[in-house]
Each structure stands twice: as C-alpha cells, then as structure tokens.
C-alpha cells in the first residue's frame, strides 16, 4: 500500500468512526423567546415618538437616555422613556432570513394586541457573537464557524491519528453524544451532532473533533444556548 492508499484508508477509517446525532424537523419559520433574550443579546427597549405616533424600538444598551431626540430616514424621533420592567409573560417574536447570502435576525415586540413591532434587524452572526460574549459563553464563540439559516460551530482539539470506534470510546464521550442528542431532540426539533475521537495525547488530554449544526433561530434563546455551551464545555 503507498502513501495515498494509506492516507484514504485512513481518511475512510475516521469517516466510518465518526458518530453522529442527527433529527431534521421543519424549522420554524418564528418562535417566540421570553422577554429577558432582549437584556441577554444587550439592548435597552425604548418607548419612543415616531413622527407623533408613540411606537418602541430596540437600542444598544446605554446608547440612549429619555428626553433624547434625533432624525433618522426623514423622521423625528424622540426618546419617551427607557423601559425598566415588562410584565413577565412578554414576549418577543423572532425571524431568522437569508439575505444577501448571510443569516438575519429580525426581532418584533408582541403587543397584548397581537400586534408585532420590529425592534431591529441585524446579521445573525453578528448578533449571536455579540451576545455569546456579553453572556460568556465563551466555547460558543470559540467554535463559532458559520450562519445562515443554521449555524454551524466546529470544535477541534489535538492532531488527527487513527479514530476509535463506538464501543473503544470513554464514557465522557458517550455522554457528550447522548447530551447532544437529548439537545436536538428536547429543545431544537433539528439539527447535527458529530464526533470523531482520536485518543489522549502524551499529555492525556483528549484529541478529538465535534461539530454542530443547529438552526440559527433557536440560538437566539439564551436558555438553548447556555445548554449547548455547556456540552462544549464538557469537551475539556
């Protein structure tokens, strides 16, 4: 066998000793997150004049201050009041697009009335970076690789060597994969697990390779994203 016969077998070899959790379900194209997301992805809610007509909108937080007024697309805006408290059953109202070949959240305030008031617009990855750091989750920033409509984080760790199969994995490994599994099943409806593990380096730490693909949508719940930083974290 030459070289390249080798480094196929090998390349096989890892291919058929890479685990996978997977469930595809249709992904929503909204759902709804408790009021708190907004604090967590760093935005103060404004209760604002628009043009005369009384509205809100979503701002950096600590950009603004009440009595502030300002122009903007041909409209005179003034800053009524920064809202301190919503009732606890508020809910915002979440959309995730593709637009100009990248993921975009769109955030609505739902009203007692039904009514949907868009807040912001932004890239997804942006926003999802933005808020993984303000809430430390610091494995997802780590990992994070891509978003769209899903949003794929890669974890690396180690060099590649020959894989082991299911049943020469550690128990924590086995426990990131059903830990995976139960993510996907319980809190996303979607998504893609994989895990390949290539052993202990001479230092006896774990070399391995983990990816995830989730829909970006479900990202955006600061409870779904605390779980799946958490598995990362078990990686360790």
């Known amino acids: 066998m030459n070289n390249k016969e080798r480094q196929i077998e090998l390349k096989h070899q890892i291919a058929l000793n890479t685990f996978v959790r997977e469930i595809w379900h249709e992904i929503p194209e909204q759902i709804e997150v408790k009021y708190k997301n907004l604090k967590a992805w760093g935005f103060d809610l404004a209760k604002i004049l628009k043009s005369g007509r009384e509205t809100f909108q979503a701002y950096d937080e600590h950009t603004i201050t009440a009595g502030d007024s300002y122009d903007d697309d041909g409209e005179h805006i003034e800053i009524k009041e920064i809202i301190k408290d919503m009732p606890p059953d508020s809910k915002l109202v979440i959309y995730v697009t ?139």
């Open 98 to 236: 593709l637009e100009d070949r990248r993921g975009v959240i769109k955030a609505y305030l739902k009203t007692d009335e039904g009514e949907e008031i868009l807040l912001f617009s932004l890239p997804a990855g942006e926003l999802l970076l933005r808020y993984f750091r303000r809430k430390k989750l610091m494995h997802l920033v780590d990992s994070f690789h891509s978003s769209g409509l899903t949003t794929e984080f890669i974890r690396k760790r180690g060099s590649e060597g020959k894989a082991y199969n299911f049943e020469a994995l550690p128990p924590k490994m086995r426990q990131v994969l059903r830990g995976a599994g139960d993510i996907v099943r319980k809190h996303t409806g979607s998504g893609r697990f994989s895990l390949v593990y290539f052993g202990e380096n001479k230092d006896k730490e774990d070399r391995y390779v983990a990816t995830f693909v989730l829909p970006t949508i479900y990202l955006f719940d600061i409870d779904v994203a605390e779980k799946i930083d958490k598995l990362f974290a078990s990686l360790r």
